[in-house]
């Protein structure tokens, strides 16, 4: 048999700056993200909710995004895929500290962020990562103290992932009746022509 590679896969998502990571997988109707632990959630599953993103166990997949978040225009910039400062901190903590079965956070403000389906613990994305998929459901969101719910602005993320694929050197038997069933098509079109 020979390896051959297969024809780069490439696919793009987009990432509200109100996706909440700390109602990743939750039921619609979970609050997250109250302004200190235990108090009220003002963010809600599924209009917050973090995007999930479908991919392959043992995949490489390299992500790249752009654009921008902002969750006060009055107060802080726009910051690109890889966040800003928060009131002079290079990072910002998730107010509520760990909620639904999600660990607190430190990253910069409005940085995308991520999930892995069965993890606790979130992890920077920022613009530019490398990886192979330990599992199939990522889910992405951004990075603010409390309150998404008035985020503006958004990410692209696209992405390329391939994998090296085994072609027999003798094709299938459904790849030898199409190609025999195209053939006899074309005798019987050329004999009444």
């Given at each position: 048999m020979s390896i051959i590679a297969s024809p780069v896969f490439a696919s793009s998502i987009v990432v509200?700056?109100?996706s909440d990571l700390w109602l990743a997988g939750t039921a619609a109707g979970t609050v997250a993200s109250g302004l200190t632990p235990g108090s009220l959630g003002v963010d809600v599953a599924p209009l917050h909710a973090p995007v999930a993103v479908f991919l392959n166990v043992g995949q490489s997949y390299e992500f790249f995004a752009s654009g921008c978040v902002s969750n006060d225009p009055t107060i802080f910039p726009c910051y690109g895929p890889d966040g800003?400062?928060?009131l002079g901190d290079p990072t910002?903590?998730?107010f509520a500290l760990a909620e639904n079965g999600i660990d607190d956070f430190n990253a910069p403000l409005n940085s995308l962020i991520g999930l892995w389906a069965g993890s606790s613990t979130p992890f920077f994305v920022g613009s530019h990562w490398s990886f192979v998929a330990p599992t199939s459901l990522l889910y992405l969101g951004t990075m603010d103290g409390w309150g998404w719910?008035?985020?503006?602005?958004?990410?692209?993320?696209e992405w390329d992932g391939g994998d090296n694929r085994e072609i027999p050197e003798t094709p299938e038997p459904a790849t030898l009746m199409l190609i025999g069933a195209?053939?006899?098509a074309l005798a019987r079109m050329r004999r009444r022509t």
């Open positions: 509200p700056g109100t800003g400062p928060w910002v903590h998730h719910l008035n985020n503006w602005g958004a990410f692209l993320i195209g053939l006899f």
